[in-house]
């Protein structure tokens, strides 16, 4: 079983910053590729950024491509993702999820495990 914590989120304003992290209960945490999804109001959850169980490849959405990075430490069983330049669109709740494997996935079915979510909300 794999829990995941997700923590940094909050009220910022539109061109602000903020960075989320996502720790993980799980001894073999270099085993998982990670993800980061969210949900805004009213809408489907959606992809945002994934990373491989090393660090060496990630993925971004076309809509935060450039303003958001995730990254990982392994040695703290923790992911992060850096968002920049926020927009009001940005508005959401922010999953982080866990997939076991060495592959990276850009959909909500490949993976496993998933935190509570954490809010974000940007304001104009």
């Known amino acids: 079983q794999v829990q995941l914590v997700e923590s940094g989120g909050g009220l910022v304003q539109a061109g602000g910053s903020l960075r989320l992290s996502c720790a993980a209960s799980v001894r073999t945490f270099s085993s998982f590729a990670m993800g980061w999804f969210r949900q805004a109001p009213g809408k489907e959850r959606e992809f945002v950024a994934a990373i491989s169980w090393s660090g060496d490849s990630t993925y971004d959405a076309d809509s935060v491509n450039g303003r958001f990075t995730m990254s990982r430490d392994n040695a703290k069983n923790t992911v992060y993702l850096q968002m920049n330049s926020l927009k009001p669109e940005d508005t959401a709740i922010y999953y982080c999820?866990?997939?076991?494997?060495?592959?990276?996935?850009?959909?909500?079915?490949?993976?496993?495990?998933w935190g509570q979510g954490t809010r974000v909300t940007v304001s104009s």
């Open positions: 999820a866990a997939r076991p494997g060495l592959r990276v996935g850009v959909h909500e079915w490949e993976y496993v495990y």
